[in-house]
């Protein structure tokens, strides 16, 4: 059943989502502290849809509700992923448009145009051969390892996971080194709220060369396919596509890696001795996709017109985000418990025609859990270096990220390089 337009008058059963209650900041150090608690409280006060701000001065709709951000998410003629009028009314330069502003790739496009973008897209995520990239994985964790192994002490995410990605995904898109690492300060500074021209220009520059590359020597990986494509995408969309793929390759892939390893280093359902093998990355990673997502608060439509939904009225061309950590964790769900094996009713993915392809899932999955394992093995006694409740997380209304996850262990020798 889909939403229906929203009658223009407010009643004792419909009101605007702005009168809910008070609007919650979700940029706050506060809320990155503990969203889980904020979550909890938002559905006592608020209900399925809270007025949020993802910036100061910014708001949105945040949805918290599970079968209610299903349909919004089935619903693209009404809940539309295209920004363009929404953006109209929002400062050239907020630090918050890199992540919501309209680009001309799947993620921000709808009907045909969408299908197009995507399309290509899978197709060229779709050669990625998962057994080599396990191999991948291999060669590039070893020589980080050896780099700390010795120094009995490590900050996991800096000194391993976020190279790891960044030179597996630089592989997967065929993207030379020194052009990946432009890219990867532009995909931080995205994340991080830097501003828009910035940015851009930095992405732009860099991916532009990348796919200037491919047309000259073209390789077996995700730009050459993408330069090669029956959809014939010109300049601009080949660098959107591209900023797609990195925007979603980094930043998340890294912090579903270093969430999963602070769940298994602080939950003592992973610790050895409770084992009778090695503890198992798969259902530690299962467990954080389905409950705490790294990318928690996402899959932004813009309403088009006023519409009413779960007897609130949202405005039109104002973001409405769907939490998929909320949504995951929703007591109609489940009782809002976590059951094990993955949770196929979670959005750790998304849903909908934006949902994450098939492909990037698998070759998402198999990174960390390759990574993790890796890591393990050679450490196996590895321990958080601070209290648990010490770590710090970033800021910022979308993701899910430590700041730092510092480590201890036993003092060990450097693997063989074969």
Request: some cysteine.
């Amino acid at each position: 059943m889909h939403p229906q337009q929203a009658p223009l008058r407010e009643s004792d059963e419909t009101r605007p989502v702005e009168r809910i209650g008070p609007r919650i900041p979700l940029y706050s150090p506060e809320f990155a502290l503990d969203p889980h608690t904020v979550y909890e409280e938002m559905r006592r006060d608020y209900g399925p849809l809270v007025p949020v701000e993802i910036h100061p001065g910014i708001p949105a709709t945040l949805v918290i509700g599970y079968s209610t951000a299903v349909r919004i998410l089935g619903d693209e003629p009404h809940f539309p992923a295209d920004p363009r009028n929404w953006q109209k009314t929002i400062d050239p330069q907020s630090p918050i448009l890199p992540m919501v502003e309209w680009r001309p790739n799947a993620l921000r496009s709808t009907g045909e145009v969408r299908v197009r973008y995507r399309t290509a897209t899978n197709d060229a995520l779709a050669g990625v051969d998962l057994h080599s990239l396990h191999a991948v994985v291999e060669r590039t964790a070893i020589p980080l390892i050896n780099s700390f192994c010795r120094a009995g002490e490590a900050e996991l995410i800096s000194q391993y996971v976020q190279p790891l990605v960044f030179s597996v995904l630089n592989h997967i898109l065929g993207c030379p080194p020194e052009i990946g690492a432009r890219v990867a300060e532009a995909s931080a500074a995205m994340f991080e709220g830097v501003d828009t021209a910035t940015v851009n220009t930095m992405l732009d520059n860099a991916l532009l060369e990348l796919i200037e590359l491919k047309r000259t020597n073209p390789g077996n990986d995700v730009a050459t396919r993408l330069v090669q494509h029956s959809a014939e995408l010109d300049d601009v969309e080949l660098i959107n596509a591209l900023v797609t793929c990195y925007a979603a390759g980094i930043e998340p892939q890294q912090n579903l890696i270093a969430n999963t390893l602070r769940l298994m280093l602080t939950d003592e359902r992973w610790h050895a001795h409770n084992l009778a093998t090695a503890p198992l990355p798969r259902p530690a990673l299962e467990e954080i996709l389905a409950t705490d997502p790294p990318l928690a608060n996402y899959c932004i439509t813009y309403p088009p017109h006023p519409i009413v939904i779960d007897n609130a009225t949202l405005p039109a061309n104002e973001p409405v985000v769907i939490s998929m950590a909320a949504c995951s964790n929703d007591p109609a769900m489940n009782n809002g418990r976590y059951s094990g094996h993955g949770a196929a009713w979670s959005l750790g993915w998304g849903a909908g025609p934006h949902q994450c392809p098939q492909q990037a899932q698998a070759s998402a999955f198999q990174i960390s859990q390759d990574a993790i394992e890796q890591l393990m093995d050679v450490l196996p006694e590895m321990r958080l270096a601070i209290p648990a409740q010490d770590l710090e997380w970033r800021p910022g209304p979308f993701h899910r990220a430590l700041a730092a996850l510092p480590v201890v262990f036993p003092k060990t020798p450097p693997l063989n390089i074969g």
